[in-house]
């Protein structure tokens, strides 16, 4: 039960202004009509409100003959010059996108580690000058409201300090505040999985479900859910660490400190591993080994089929935990599924006498392995999302 | 992310009517100066509301003499004369109890099955012959608000169907709608963990933490969860199944059709049945195994001690997902726990090389075996706490 607390008219005033900033967000330009009946609140407080929003630079409005009767319509319009940049650091990549109010990617570039080297400082420098450039190459006008970042690991919530990323070799790095500080502006970092389901539910597989499991392996396993429409963070931030649920008492032995992990029996590696091919190949080698197998090739085959029944295995207990409507599944999860997607299923059910369960729709990443990096966005985009009374007013 | 909707002064006064109810029922007695700062609502205000929830019968307001200084200041009292009846139903056994707005248990009966039966026309003919007996040894003056019943399944959020309870050989029960017929009162059930979670966290070990997994093991294990300071339901009301996560790919078969499931591990039968008891003790069977234990009987030391590692390998899954504050641990959990702390611990931290998470700290249930009782007396007050203007003025 939240603490209650009191609601005075001027935070009335700044949710109503929130709600409908964050509609036209979401949704892109909607017509004032729209917003009237979708936010239950009369015409000209609607006028006053987005009134506002446009001399804070963060709307236009056009007006717009909508429908067949001629009538003209108010569209209020997203302005894309509001902008921030979005970082996803992965293993093998740095993605920089600069994404518009509206969520409309302007630009994007990926680049590999600086010599393959996950040095911190490292990273934190190729970060920043791709920034730099991403800036440099788009129109003067342009306000950037921010910087958020994905990263493959824990991070606090108070100040993005990097717990653990075992993949990069991080731990207790103050990756954010180093960034920041290079930058002279603020960052916000987050978890790559929690990032992720943040973009599904607002752009991609997970529209309009409020209870959502994201799972994406690549080496590892992350977890991003949704919970009554809220971001599962738990108490500091290391909520939704899927890969080392034991799921297996007699092994093998993870790198965790425990046997037995999720992690020890899906993922790209472990695909690879029984598959007979080498470690390390990624996506495109994963997909070798699904065509591989789908060419008969036995200890291929074999290897997907495990790999698909242990999937089931980890994806049934989250089913069981978390009650969602729609798991969406990325990276070699969605791989392995789309591959043999009746033998995951089945893996699921296993426990059918358990209950009539609601049905938990499995889906793949609707947008691919850009889930984190759009989330990163909507990151960035959260303040002033949250106040937009106090957008910067530089440019 | 929520849908964003706009907010009315109508709204507003609700909110802040329920944000003083609440406050009372859950603290107690407390004087407006408390609520002003509380709440951040001027004096004025809050003595209008406190007026409107007066004259609905709510509250009454006294005039004490606190502190030092002896300045009189007005109290304002959670009305006892609003009760509500709650429920629990478990395999041994039923309770129910009178609770008064503020959640003092003003009565409490318990009676074994009918003839150990489990039929739910037994059950809830039972149940409601217990209700009408508490109801008439109350003074008459009372105000009923409702009938909130634990039961130890998932049962459906919208209208309280039990989908199933295994340890009752329910499927598909209308129980709820039985007992609203027979009673001629609305009833509210939910699930017993869930329930017990919302009563350690109102009234119990769980007060002042927003992220808690509540735990309790009988026969089988229930898990509910407070998420950010909400309940964890999922999209259908059957989230916090814990039971049957996959701990073991070799087994042994749980009677859910899967293999190797923490229930198969853990729970009063496996730890009596391990130590050559025969199953079907209960609580008091546990106890007995845990002493002979103690005093260096073998068996019983070795079924302690496995069964404790397997207690904290589920709570290491549960710990690693939901990152909570606390754990608190109910039924055969918590005795286990208190009997093995340090080899529960051991297990919980296997994976220490993982991250330095956040600490979360293992608790028994404050409220013993009452936990699900004193949910469902909350779960009963649900609708008056959201609603106050809506208490119904027929006592």
Redesign the interface.
Known sequence: ?????????EE?RR??L???L??VH?LGPTTRAVLTK????NRS?IGALTGELQSLGLVTEQTAVVGGRGRPSHLVVPSEDNVVVAVDVGVDRIAVALVGLGGEVLDRRTRGHQRGEHDVAHVVESVAQMIEETLAASSGHLRCLGVGVAVPG?VRAEDGMV??A?NLGW??EPFTELLSTRLDRPVSTGNDANLGV?AE??RGAAVG???VAYLSASVGIG?GFL????P???????????G???????GPD?????V??WETKVGENVLLQRAGRLAGGGPEAVAEVIAAARAGEPRAAEAVNDVADWCG?GI??IV??????VVVLGGSLAQVWRAAEARVVDSVQ?????????D?ALRSAALGDDSPLIGAAELAFGPVLDHPQAVPQAV
């Open positions: 039960m939240p603490t209650p607390t009191g609601v005075g008219t009335l949710a109503n929130r709600a409908i964050q509609t979401t979708q936010l239950g609140l407080t824990a717990r653990f075992p731990v207790e943040l539910h607002v479900f409020s209870d977890g919970v009554g429409g809220r599962l963070t738990g108490a500091s931030g290391y909520a939704g660490e899927v080392h649920m034991q799921v297996d008492g007699t993870c790198r965790c400190g425990a037995g992990c295995v049934r207990a069981n935990l978390f009650n969602p409507e296993r426990n059918t006498l358990l209950s009539p369960r609601g938990a």
